[in-house]
């Protein structure tokens, strides 16, 4: 068998991604609540093929619940990674086009915010804001933009000492002008990458916080909730309730990082016909 | 010699400047943060104490912790005693912060020690694999293995880890530091690591993918070299040119990666000791966050800045020595 190139093995990747995303966000918007009604009769079940992964303790289909929470911590994980994408492209290009004392200032920023690890820096933030879907976005948001910036401010530094842009200066143009003709377009590919591969990081963040309690309510059924529900079971020998939400996390995680990964090498240049 | 030595002690200053520029940043945005959560502490505090509290007990529990005075007032003298080395209290476990800090640190550093030594090796080792069978299967392998175990959140794999090592094979305990009902100094030092090889391997397995990830890019760039290939030429085999040539070049940069990954490992520590409710710093600042206990968070945020920064510094120091580019240039 011949080896599918790069390009076609990216196109197939995205498209298996997409139809992954669709049948969640179906599964949140078709599926009425019924589905995951309690019912004590049939809590505790190992998975069958009535219910492929199993029930919980409560008698809910673990499957249905999957669906909706993967469609609510994705939601999260888009959104949170699009707010730090877009502090990422503002920060970045401040620090490279701003005086010194601008990226003085924001590389001191940015040490700061690596400077404490992101799960305590989330809770924080977390607890700022009453806990709740507010601080966990707000969290992660805050915590994710830093790479993405060094990487933008690098980039645009190189492109200001490009001819072209000191071509377009002595013909007069404004620093807006330049920004918004010259250096913004090229950002595209790297805003893009970058946006993608902070995707799986907001998502894992958003899990593991939920775990320990912050973000999310109780009843919602969000990845992070399901499976610190399925701790108290561990012990009874209920392994269902733990691997399945996990690995659908997993699963979901691992396809959008190498579609990341894959975008990267193809939109650069010097890997694109690797 | 005295020369390097002058420079390393100047960039160690400059670093313990920012360091403690860094630290009363964090210090300021924590209590700010703190300060605008909706969240009351003293009802959480009175919560805590189980008994009923009067009004006027009340007005003197809202006046210790001095309520009614501007935020910035309050934070000076929160400062002034934590440079008195007072932390407060901790609301949760009814003991001064710093004495909660100081006994659950060393069961985190015991923790993350172990993980860090672990991670490090194995991922140095398997990079040095993955780069020497470059393209060929152990590296594609390893490889994918890499990829997955970072797409992998750190408390499920330990969820995983639970189920199968402690809950369906029995070999290790599900959870804690020490056997239930033994008095803490009877525990023996044996006991002690029994508890803590679940959660200190889920801990290495999430970290040891990016070391392994850079050491097989560098060693790929090595093996690539015309130095190499002239040894080579010269009929060395792969293990002696590994040993000559790429060990060296590639040690130290690692070792220097492994320092500044701190802030990863007391963040996996977070994950890892909650899911084995493993007593350290993790755990207690999960706790603390859920239940209010202001003082224990502020307490605990600085101190893992600390720890970040500790590590960042000994980083940048072990660069400036493996490097000599970086020691002549001014930082």
């Given at each position: ?41 049939d809590a505790r079940k190992p998975p069958s093929?009535a219910h492929p992964f199993g029930t919980d303790?409560?008698g809910r289909d673990l499957l249905?619940?999957v ?163 399925s ?7 209920m392994w269902w309730p733990?691997v399945f ?30 | ?331």
């Amino acid at each position: 068998m011949r080896r599918l190139n790069r390009r076609v093995r990216t196109i197939l990747l995205a498209a298996l991604l997409g139809a992954l995303l669709a049948a969640f966000c179906a599964a949140a918007l078709l599926i009425p609540e019924s589905a995951a009604a309690p019912s004590l009769l049939d809590a505790r079940k190992p998975p069958s093929w009535a219910h492929p992964f199993g029930t919980d303790a409560l008698g809910r289909d673990l499957l249905v619940r999957v669906l909706k929470g993967m469609a609510v911590s994705l939601a999260v994980g888009a959104a949170a990674s699009a707010v730090s994408a877009v502090i990422a492209v503002l920060v970045g290009v401040a620090a490279a086009c701003g005086s010194r004392w601008v990226d003085g200032l924001v590389s001191w920023v940015i040490d700061l915010v690596m400077g404490v690890p992101h799960t305590v820096l989330i809770i924080l933030i977390s607890f700022a804001l009453g806990r709740g879907l507010k601080g966990l976005l707000a969290g992660i948001a805050a915590t994710h933009w830093c790479s993405l910036a060094r990487l933008i401010r690098g980039e645009v530094m190189e492109l200001r000492g490009r001819q072209y842009v000191a071509v377009s200066r002595h013909l007069g143009k404004s620093g807006g002008w330049i920004l918004v003709h010259h250096l913004l377009p090229h950002l595209v590919p790297q805003f893009i990458v970058g946006l993608v591969l902070l995707f799986p990081h907001a998502i894992l963040h958003e899990a593991s916080v939920s775990f320990l309690g912050y973000g999310l309510p109780p009843e919602q059924p969000a990845i992070g909730i399901i499976l610190s529900e399925s701790m108290r079971y561990l012990s009874a020998g209920m392994w269902w309730p733990a691997v399945f939400p996990g690995a659908t996390l997993v699963l979901v995680v691992l396809l959008v990082d190498r579609l990341g990964d894959s975008l990267k090498k193809i939109l650069d240049p010097y890997s694109a016909q690797e | 010699m005295g020369r390097a030595l002058g420079r390393l002690a100047r960039r160690f200053f400059s670093y313990s400047v920012r360091i403690v520029t860094l630290l009363l940043a964090v210090s300021v945005i924590s209590f700010a943060l703190v300060t605008v959560s909706p969240i009351d502490p003293v009802q959480q505090y009175i919560l805590g104490l189980g008994t009923a509290v009067s009004p006027e007990q009340r007005a003197e529990i809202e006046d210790y912790w001095g309520v009614d005075q501007p935020p910035a007032k309050r934070y000076l003298s929160w400062l002034g005693e934590l440079l008195h080395g007072n932390l407060g209290q901790s609301a949760l476990y009814r003991r001064p912060v710093a004495d909660v800090i100081a006994e659950r640190f060393v069961n985190s550093l015991a923790l993350m020690l172990c993980a860090w030594v672990l991670a490090g090796v194995i991922g140095f080792a398997l990079g040095c694999v993955m780069g020497v069978c470059h393209g060929r299967w152990p590296d594609r392998l390893l490889k994918g293995l890499c990829y997955l175990l970072s797409s992998v959140p750190t408390f499920w794999l330990g969820l995983v880890l639970l189920l199968v090592f402690a809950v369906a094979l029995g070999w290790f305990p599900v959870g804690f530091s020490s056997p239930i009902g033994v008095r803490g100094e009877d525990v023996s030092l044996w006991q002690r690591l029994y508890h803590l090889a679940l959660p200190a391997l889920t801990l290495s397995l999430m970290s040891f993918a990016s070391i392994a990830l850079h050491t097989r890019q560098k060693l790929i760039g090595v093996l690539s070299s015309e130095y190499v290939l002239f040894a080579r030429a010269r009929g060395e085999g792969a293990w002696t040119i590994l040993r000559r040539h790429g060990l060296r070049s590639i040690l130290l940069p690692a070792l220097t990666l492994q320092f500044a990954s701190f802030a990863e490992l007391f963040g996996g520590s977070v994950l890892a000791e909650n899911v084995f409710s493993y007593p350290g710093l993790g755990s207690a600042v999960a706790a603390a966050g859920l239940n209010s206990d202001v003082p224990l968070l502020l307490g605990i945020t600085l101190f893992s800045a600390l720890f970040v920064c500790v590590g960042n510094l000994i980083a940048n120091l072990l660069y400036g020595v493996v490097d000599p580019r970086i020691g002549t240039v001014e930082p």
